[in-house]
């Protein structure tokens, strides 16, 4: 039985040794996965500067921030620059960091007075009050599509849901990027990787 224990763990070694020169790959994945997200996102707030300069401005119906102007320029420069460095895993690291601050900006000024789930389900376990309260009303939009509107066709591509506009998206890529801090860009798979291997000859 020693000897079994002893011959599994000398396996699951080698297995961390052999994995080790695909430890990239997890980066690669993470990179890729966020690229496109703040691609879109700095493209539409450059697509419609004035109007999120307005946005950061007001305190009625927008964030109220301070210096709106510059705001909104560092928030759009830190998502498309970090969309395109992302995008071929340079300087990963370092511009994690702007894009962690612009995600803690967005969870603590937009997200956080929603609650948790992006998406409202009142069975979920962190509903709030917000999130339960959106099953009468989804159940009525229901009603009202079935009745007067071709709900087959408007369901086609995706279930009928309320966006709640929760914290957890923008939770999930501070995750992301609080990990791509440690591993970098990756192995083999990111200018970062190569640049330090000529750096170090």
């Not at 109007?51 to 210096?67: C, H, R």
């Not at 939770?171 to 990111?190: C, N, Q």
Request: with cysteine; hydrophobic share 50%; net charge neutral.
């Amino acid at each position: 039985m020693k000897n079994f224990i002893y011959s599994l763990l000398q396996r699951y070694k080698n297995l961390g040794i052999i994995l080790r020169h695909c430890d990239g790959l997890a980066a690669l994945g993470l990179r890729l996965y966020l690229v496109p997200i703040f691609w879109m996102a700095g493209t539409n707030k450059l697509m419609h500067f004035q109007d999120t300069v307005e946005w950061f401005d007001n305190s009625d119906w927008g964030l109220g921030l301070p210096f709106p102007t510059i705001m909104a320029t560092l928030a759009t420069s830190a998502e498309l620059s970090g969309a395109v460095l992302l995008a071929f895993g340079l300087f990963t690291r370092l511009i994690s960091i702007p894009l962690i601050i612009t995600m803690l900006v967005a969870i603590v000024t937009v997200h956080l007075p929603n609650g948790w789930q992006a998406i409202a389900d009142p069975n979920a376990p962190f509903a709030n009050a917000q999130v339960i309260a959106s099953a009468e009303k989804l159940e009525k939009a229901r009603e009202i599509l079935e009745n007067y509107g071709n709900y087959d066709w408007l369901t086609s591509s995706g279930s009928f849901v309320i966006l709640n506009n929760g914290i957890e998206f923008a939770v999930t890529y501070l995750v992301m990027l609080l990990a791509l801090i440690v591993l970098g860009g990756g192995r083999y798979i990111s200018l970062d990787y190569w640049i330090k291997s000529k750096l170090e000859k």
